[in-house]
């Protein structure tokens, strides 16, 4: 109700505008004897047709990057398909629309019933997780451009300790869910905001972000992949999605030697050593009583957390800011009215609608802060217990929820690839994996 | 050899997830597609509110921001003296090139009769600075004003500009009318 009252005013603004503003200034208008008062030339409308070339670029992409990934087995060709995806949807079309966004519009989409969410949003949503469901994370390794732009740059992939690791892996958890807190509440579009490759790819940003970008970049000379591991949020729901995939990664086709050479050529540690040694039940045991012992806790510790922040996280959005300055302006009248209560003053509008306004912000914040801080202490819990994934398999095996489809590993195993596409070769013993590559 | 034949609980259990994640998705998008009924919406300055104070230029993501000055023929004084090409001194000589206010020279004006000048923007080159609307506006018909050009805009989910004007200018148009053109009455 109160956007479609917005929206009325807006339409009705400029015809009360020109009203005042004829009625206001000097000038009349000129009586000319031979001059037709030219009309302006219609402002071009927004070009939509670009949109159905970016969603059928990116499933063609998705696919295609499946077949080379998965099939091809080349790092060269998933290479030259990483770089056009860079140029097309990072430098030709600036970063934007971007699957990692995306979760902005489909949460705000979902918090409010008036907004309409775009097809091309809505596709670059669900597509890279329907291809994540099939074949793994292929939009990360392929088709995303701020994946391809990091991913170029490695030059000396350095391996992080286990124990930063693990922290560093929940920050794109945190991520995500202050995201979505901030773009369902309408307050802020964080990811779009603090995103640090969009100021190359648009020549222009905010110097901070900039800096940013670059360090990010630097830093991903020797660390794969930073910001895909350590940040992105939409990798969280990728990750999710590929546990399921049908047909993901397998590094050797044959038997594996166990030779390591795999594991140290993924750059971003996603290759699990076979399992050696069976973990003792009762110290898995011990270990998830424990942790489910101290869940609760840390979720009733960070969710009240959580609620003594809303007001803090609330001020951040503009409507409660406004109300703020407005009350203030009216408790303590500054000698000369800011503009921002003269520009509300001249809408008829009281400081009463701007404090209704934030307040009902201030409520949504109120009930989303706590679930964000619920989250997040789940997260932690969670992620202690993240080395007790049971791990079934005796070879080195591409872990999918982890695996960025990078196809590094292919070319590091000695086993020869090439015998894959003959016909099997008859032995009883060695086993051929799950068809892999064929199947696709 | 048994477990190529018959599906592991675990193979099914994906098999459901995959299925039911496929099923998500053509409904989510199929939903989508049918809920036409809100219109997409776009972002625009609404001229009424705007003064004119030049965050539009810098504030905006895109450079050259998207926000351009644009003439409303109808509603101009085709003033021989245009404070929206020149500054407001009260002295000297006011008409010549030193004191054209736009700092990209956007601005140009053709005589048609006695006293009336005609000006042009050249949308080209403007940089959404404002400084003629501000000379336009306190001086004349207030016939040049700033508009979002959405040929430019990237349509961001959060506008920059509207982060940071002051005036809570900028505000939601449906995008089948993305323009608040200042338009004579009838």
Redesign the interface.
Known sequence: MRRAGAAFLCLVAPLVAFGQTADQHSQPPPQFTDYRIPIERAAAPRDGSFQYVDLALLACLLVLTAWIVLKRRSRKELRIVSLFALGYFGFYRLGCVCSIGSIQNVAYAIAHSDYRLPLTVAGFFVLPLLAALFFGRVFCGGVCPMGAMQDLLLVKPIRIPASWRAPLEAAPYVYLGAAILFASTGSAFAICEYDPFVGFFRMHGHFLMILFGSAILAVSLFIGRPYCRFLCPYGVLLRWASVFAKYSVSVTPQECVQCHMCADACPFEAIQPPAIAKQDRTEIRRRLTRTLAVTPILIALFAFAGWRMSPMMASWDLRVHRAHVLRDAEMHPPKVKTVLADAWDRHRKTTQDAYVEGSAVEHEFAIGAPILGAWIGLVFALKSLSNLRRRGSNDYEADSSSCLSCARCYSACPVPHREYALPPLPMASIEPPEPVGGAV | MADSDKPTRREVL?DT??LC??AG?AF??GG??T??E?????W?I????C?E?GLCASAC???PSAAKC??????????KLCFGLFRDKRTGDTTTAENVRCPTDAISRTF??DP?H?IAVDENRCIGCALCVKGC?QF???SMYL?I???R??????C?I??VC????V?????H?????????G
């Open positions: 994906r997830v995959r994640g496929l998705g989510a998008l989508i597609a809920r036409s809100a219109a997409e919406m776009v625009q609404d001229p009424d509110k003064t104070c993501v895109l450079e644009v003439h409303a023929y109808a509603q101009c004084g085709y003033c048609i009769e009336y005609q506006h004349g018909n207030g508009q050009r959405h040929d805009c990237a349509n961001c989910n959060q920059a509207a982060n002051p005036a809570d200018a505000v939601r148009v449906p995008g009318r993305p323009y608040m053109l200042k338009r004579p009455k």
